[in-house]
Each structure stands twice: as C-alpha cells, then as structure tokens.
C-alpha cells in the first residue's frame, strides 16, 4: 500500500478503505513486503540502543515510538485514518470513550472564568461534566436554543471562549445551523466543537463547515459492532497542538486492540451508513403512517422541522432517531418496548443490531422546553431485513 500523502484526495469510500495503511505500519522491506493490516502493536515500555539514543529519540513527541502512553503504529493509524476523513484537518487524538473525548477538550480549552455556550438538547453526560466539573472550576455554562442560528450572537459575552454544538441533537434530533454558528464565532475569535457521532464525517464534513474540532464516539458508528468504547478529537491546525499537549498532560491513551477493533468496524463504515441510514428511512416514513405515533424525529423526512438544514449541510441520513408515542402513559410505552423481538433494550448505538431505548427529554432541557406529553422511544435502527423490523414493530404497537 503505498502512502497517499501528496496525492489527489479520493472519495470516503476509498479513504475508509486505505486510510492509515501507511507501510511503514504495515510492514517491513526486510521481511519482503507489507499486509494489509496495521497489526497490534501493544506496548508500554519502548527499548532505546543505548543512552545516546535515549537522548536523542526520548525527546520524539508525535508518531515517534517514545513511550507506550504516546501511542503505537496500531494507534496512529486509526488517528491518522481519522484524520484523512474530514477535511481540512490537522490530527486526532483518541480517548477511552467518547465522554473522555468531550470532557478532555472543554479541559484543554477552558481556564477559570471563561463562558461556554451548550447546546441544550446536548448528550446528557456532557451537559453532567459542565455542570459539574467545569463549574466547580470556574467554567460558567449558558445553555442555549438548538435553533439559534446566528442569533447566537446575542449569547456572547467578553469571556465566552467556545460555543459546543451537537447536530442532530440527541434524543430529539434538532438540526443546527452550523455555518451561521461557525462564523459569528470566527468573527468573534470564539472556537467551536462538534458533537459529530451521528453522521461522521462521511455525512457531514464538520470542519468544512467551520468548526474547529470535530468529535466522534467511535463507540456508535465507526466502531459498529457494540463491542468496544472509544472518542475521538479531529482538530484544525489552530488547535491541534492545544488539544495534544492537553491530552498528554491529562495521560490520555487508548489500546492497540480496541484501535484494531476500530480500524475493522472503520473499513465498512461507508457501506454501513449507507444501510443503517436506508433502513432507518424505510421504518421512519412506515411509522409516520401509523395511529400510534404522534411524530417521527427524522430530519432526512422532509416533513421534518430541521430537513431544509439537513438536507443543505449533510450528505446522508444515519440510521438513531425518535417517535413520540400518542395517547399512551409510561407503562404504555413500557409495554411497546418489551414486546419488542428484534429490538434489544439498551444504551449506545450505531451498532449492527436494533435497538429500541424509553427515553424522557423534559429533564434534560433548560434554554428550551421539550413537551412530554408523548412519551419518546429512541430507535437504533440496525442491519436487519427492514420488514422484519416493520413486523417486528407493528406487532409491538399493538400492545400499547
Ligand atoms: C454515546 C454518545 C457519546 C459518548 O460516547 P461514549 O463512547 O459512550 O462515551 C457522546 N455523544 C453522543 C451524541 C453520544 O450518543
């Protein structure tokens, strides 16, 4: 495989396939050629020549084997195969999940003092690390309307140092305007991350839109097979060494088995978003035919109240979204989930299998108010035949 740094950038489909299959990761000329795979390369402790050499290479800080805390060519790889995905990138870092993700880049970024503006249909544990830890911290939060737009600006306050978005929002699937965001916070010298694990960069190119870091749960999509944790931290050349030294001082590391794990789920990532994405519309547009659903909260529906944004910014519906239940209680929604055959009940998603979660948005919401009165069911929706799920879902229905 021979490397592709300076050539024409290719499609997410071949970059999914060939990226971070450098051959120095690879192989070896003295062992005759390459395979396909970065292999595990698991370590701690690194071994120098002689004390010379320690000198010398012990000051390497990047892509350099130095100390097993700074990663491994298993480890670079899926970081650099990142990397290749979004546009106008510098580097990613990669952490033990996708909330350590989130909370080590409002740690690299936030010093006591400063404001931060959330988006308020944000993944709960993030809004839990700014409520907490940043505010004991000195970190002020102001929680702000998903459909803000450019409106932000009336939000920003001399100390506000970054605006965190989510788009979709979870749970209830928002659409942000991201460009409108991105450049009043250009223009005020503000910095932006993203919450991109519902569409990755292969459906929405984050950086493109101006953000300046780009952030994964690789545990959802890019892993795929709901059987390891991982996040992600893809950022611009501005933020790029911030985020790195933050990282290292904050002693974040990842293994080169769970990065192998990674790398397999990433190499048919194009193919399974594709699908999760195609069922997913399938089961969204049968459900909003049915009596029992009030809505479906599915921004590729054109009926959506965020498919104009979508359709403008991303290039593909992802396979998470949500229905309302009407006229029914909490048992009644109970009775729905566990009639469920094909549907397992559980958190996470984008994993190959179906999965049906109750979920209650009012709690979580301050800046906007979410009305309960239909009892919300998030769907994961997975790889199997999508009439199955239909019968699968019809049945379950009945049961309200
Ligand atoms: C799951 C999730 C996370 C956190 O990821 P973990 O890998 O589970 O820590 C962050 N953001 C969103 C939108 C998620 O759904």
Known sequence: MADNGNAKPVGSATAVVQGGRRSEWTGDPRLGGSIVNPPVWRASTILYDNVADLKTRGH??????YYGRRGTPTIWALADALTQLEAGAEGTLLYPSGVAAISSALLALLSPGDHLLMVDSAYEPTRSF?????????????YYDPLVGADIAA??????????????GSLTFEVQDIPAITAVARERGIWTILDNSWATPLLLPALELGVDISMMS????????????????????????????ATYQLGQSVSADDCALMLRGLRTLDVRLERHGKNALTIARWLQGRPEVAKVLHPALPTDAGHALWSRDFKGASGLFSILLKD????????????????????????????????????IRTATKWDSAHPLVRLSIGLEDPQDLIDDLEQALRQI
């Open 130 to 142: 700014c409520n907490g830890l940043l505010a004991r911290m000195g970190v002020e939060t102001t």
């Open 60 to 65: 390497a800080t990047h892509d350099k084997l």
């Open 155 to 168: 939000l920003i306050r001399p100390e506000t140092r970054l605006i965190f978005l989510e788009s979709p």
């Open 218 to 245: 690789l545990t959802k999509y890019v892993g795929g097979h709901s059987d390891a944790l991982m996040g992600s931290l893809t950022a611009n050349k501005a933020l790029w060494p911030k985020l790195r030294h």
């Open 328 to 363: 029914t209680d909490d048992a009644g929604r109970a009775r729905f989930v566990d009639a469920l055959r094909h549907f397992g009940i559980g958190f996470s998603w984008g994993g190959y299998e179906s999965l049906a979660v109750p979920s209650d948005p009012a709690g």
